[in-house]
Antibody
Framework: QLQLQESGPGLVKPSETLSLTCTVSGGSISSSSYYWGWIRQSPGKGLEWIGSIYYSGSTYYNTSLKSRVTISVDTSKNQFSLKLSSVTAADTAVYYC???????????WGQGTLVTVSS | EIVMTQSPATLSVSPGESATLSCRASQSVSSNLAWYQQKPGQAPRLLIYGASTRATGIPARFSGSGSGTEFTLTISSLQSEDFAVYYCQQYNNWPPFTFGPGTKVDIK
């Protein structure tokens, strides 16, 4: 059974870089056809796709965040990571990692991790 | 970018009744539409994909229909565990994937 688990600091200072890692267990991140994505949800708000990565390293970003986002993959550790630079209070959210096919829904999700941006 | 809208924002339903939720896309997404259920403090759970195919383990009381720009999620005979927020999402044209703002189904 595939499991995804987010990890990283729960508090980040304004203007600094938010860094999160998603560890995949019960399956290989190198599985063909699957992409690995990050989605966030601001308190009391809806869902916003941040970006996705294929195990080969190909990345796809939401243009609204593209200038500040980097997603990377470490196949040896079965992990992928998110970096979001120059954060502000507007980046306070629950961050989820999830799996999807190229043209498919997000079928497996991590439990989510709350990141608060505050000094 | 494809904009997803959902209606109503809130739906009050009595247990045992049915609920009909709507989702509209700003342009055609064919049948590449998913529905998710989210309960407080939990991650979204995939209910429906391909507009009408139930995900693994999803009860038959959940059904999806539609194609193009108009979609419907129907929950028949609502159970207590069905009171939650429901989101639609298109995966036909990405990036970006886009979600609707959600419909909250609460107890009448």
């Amino acid at each position: 059974q595939l499991q995804l688990q987010e990890s990283g600091p729960g508090l980040v200072k304004p203007s600094e870089t938010l860094s999160l890692t998603c560890t995949v267990s019960g399956g290989s991140i190198s599985s063909s056809s699957y992409y690995w994505g990050w989605i966030r949800q601001s308190p009391g708000k809806g869902l916003e796709w941040i970006g996705s990565i294929y195990y080969s390293g190909s990345t796809y970003y939401n243009t609204s965040l593209k200038s500040r986002v980097t997603i990377s993959v470490d196949t040896s550790k079965n992990q992928f990571s998110l970096k979001l630079s120059s954060v502000t209070a507007a980046d306070t959210a629950v961050y989820y990692c999830a799996r999807h096919l190229s043209y498919g829904p997000f079928d497996d999700w991590g439990q989510g991790t709350l990141v608060t941006v505050s000094s | 970018e494809i904009v997803m809208t959902q209606s109503p924002a809130t739906l009050s339903v009595s247990p045992g009744e049915s609920a009909t939720l709507s989702c509209r896309a700003s342009q055609s997404v064919s049948s590449n539409l998913a529905w998710y259920q989210q309960k407080p403090g939990q991650a979204p759970r995939l209910l429906i994909y391909g507009a009408s195919t139930r995900a693994t383990g999803i009860p038959a009381r959940f059904s999806g229909s539609g194609s193009g720009t108009e979609f419907t999620l129907t929950i028949s005979s609502l159970q207590s565990e069905d009171f939650a927020v429901y989101y639609c999402q298109q995966y036909n044209n990405w990036p970006p994937f886009t979600f609707g703002p959600g419909t909250k189904v609460d107890i009448k």
